[in-house]
């Protein structure tokens, strides 16, 4: 099955910076959105942060101004740029890719760990 894989996530200090990058795991059709959302322990899963193919953008309250999503559509690849961070960003971070037109799927990364601490 297709899956997603994300990479870039670590440990860094309050006021640091990380990129994460999100690539299928084989050929897909051009997702309609892709995004990112992260789950702390203890707490539900959250949208963080969302893209069209087209470039708009939606960002969770708690990140604007601080976390910048990009998308090549010629890889179907998406990024989160996060600047900024805060102990409060920690938790595990989830890609999704979502196409609801013909050949519609739903696809999910399994995670990556982003740990801000100092």
């Known amino acids: 099955q297709v899956q997603l894989v994300e990479s870039g996530g670590g440990l860094v200090q309050p006021g640091g910076s990380l990129r994460l990058s999100c690539a299928p795991s084989?050929?897909?059709?051009?997702?309609?959105?892709m995004g990112w959302y992260r789950q702390a322990p203890g707490k539900e899963r959250e949208l963080v942060a969302a893209?069209?193919?087209?470039?708009?953008?939606n960002y969770a309250d708690s990140v604007k101004g601080r976390f910048t999503i990009s998308r090549d559509n010629a890889k179907n690849t998406v990024y989160l740029q996060m600047n900024s961070l805060k102990p409060e960003d920690t938790a595990v971070y989830f890609c999704?890719?979502?196409?609801?037109?013909?050949?519609?799927?739903?696809?999910w990364g399994r995670g990556t760990q982003v740990t801000v601490s100092s």
């Open positions: 084989e050929s897909i059709s051009s997702p309609n959105t």
């Open positions: 893209i069209s193919r087209d470039g708009r953008t």
């Open positions: 999704n890719a979502n196409r609801y037109w013909f050949g519609g799927y739903d696809y």
